[in-house]
């Protein structure tokens, strides 16, 4: 399948690399809801002890990777105030119960621009989480194999951890062209909670501006951040175009699946999921932001898995 309207030129010069890490058991464990979307804290738990075995270097490459600093460059930091990490994870969003040893946990990632000379290192970082456990350390896991990804159809290699990771490395143009297709009418399904914020507040219902707006600023953000130029100057007419998208039969919902407790009250923590269509002649113009997002996520917390959604073709 190709696009009606191709990406822009500057995603061809940004390079990407599909992993999937396979993380099995070694003990049982009780794990709460989405407990593989919160492994920044898990990743951050481990950073001293990998400094601490493999020196400063590795640890400055995660760390680049997942908790990416402001640019030194003043025009990139207006640009980005707080970067995204460099890699986009996508877990299975049913981690809810017990697992026994040998369980097997699919750790879908995909490392973007500068993100890309950190695989090893992150690797790495994941094998010591493993001796630690996946959640508040508990779940000790082994990373057995590394699946390595190549979306032309032909291959899927596996790599044995205990060498180094060599993944394909493909500009993300390329990959996005892979799942593209020109459609006027698509639904669009929600699969793991979509929080999208505005003026400081989560927004509980779906506006199609608003999300498209949110896509647009945070794919821009990653390739800023993460390597390249972005041209913006089609922003305008993008944000024209989208304001001319009917959102059509909405079967999405608002659920907390997280309660932190503050003070008397208490907060909870959601987002959106289901399914909506999506309606208009500009959908052809838009489709390929809209894949790309398929790819990279919106809204809080895409980076680890939230976010997540797909678009299906309608009759």
């Known amino acids: ?8 030129s500057w995603l061809e010069r940004l390079d990407c690399a599909q992993i999937t890490f396979v993380l099995s058991l070694v003990e049982e464990v009780d794990l709460p809801p989405l407990a593989l979307f919160q492994l920044r804290r898990e990743f951050s738990s481990v950073i001293t002890e990998l400094e601490r075995q493999y020196g400063a270097d590795v640890a400055s490459l995660v760390g680049s990777l997942l908790f990416p600093q402001p640019a030194i460059d003043p025009v990139v930091q207006r640009q980005v105030q707080k970067p995204s990490a460099a890699v986009i994870f996508s877990p299975d969003a049913v981690t809810t119960g017990r697992f026994a040893s040998g369980h097997q946990f699919k750790l879908p990632a995909l490392f973007i621009g500068d993100g890309v000379v950190a695989i090893e290192a992150f690797s790495v970082l994941l094998q010591l989480l ?13 990373v057995s194999a590394g699946e390595i990804v190549v979306n032309d159809g032909h291959s899927n290699s596996r790599n044995d951890l205990g060498g180094s ?3 394909t490395i493909v500009p993300l ?15 669009l399904e929600v699969v793991t909670p979509l929080r999208l914020i505005k003026k400081g507040k989560p927004l509980f219902r779906f506006n199609f501006n608003d999300f498209f707006s949110a896509l647009r600023r ?3 953000h990653l390739a800023i951040a993460h390597g390249e130029t972005v041209n913006d100057d089609d922003d305008d007419e993008q944000s024209a175009l989208a304001a ?51 790819l990279l996520h919106v809204g809080k917390g895409a980076s680890y ?3 997540r959604f797909h678009l299906l073709q309608c009759s």
């Open 165 to 167: 990771v060599t993944p």
């Open 218 to 220: 945070r794919v821009n």
């Open 244 to 294: 001319t998208i009917v959102c059509g039969v909405e079967h999405l919902h608002w659920s907390d699946w997280r309660h932190l407790e503050q003070g008397r009250k208490g907060q909870g923590i959601g987002g959106l999921t289901g399914t909506l269509t999506l309606r208009g002649d500009a959908l052809a113009d838009l489709l390929w932001l809209l894949e790309l997002g398929v």
């Open 130 to 142: 493993g001796q630690r456990g996946i959640y508040k350390g508990q779940g000790r896991f082994d």
């Open 305 to 307: 898995g939230f976010g």
């Open 1 to 8: 399948m190709s696009l009606s309207v191709a990406p822009p």
């Open 173 to 187: 143009s390329w990959l996005l062209v892979q799942q593209g297709s020109s459609l006027s009418h698509v639904e």
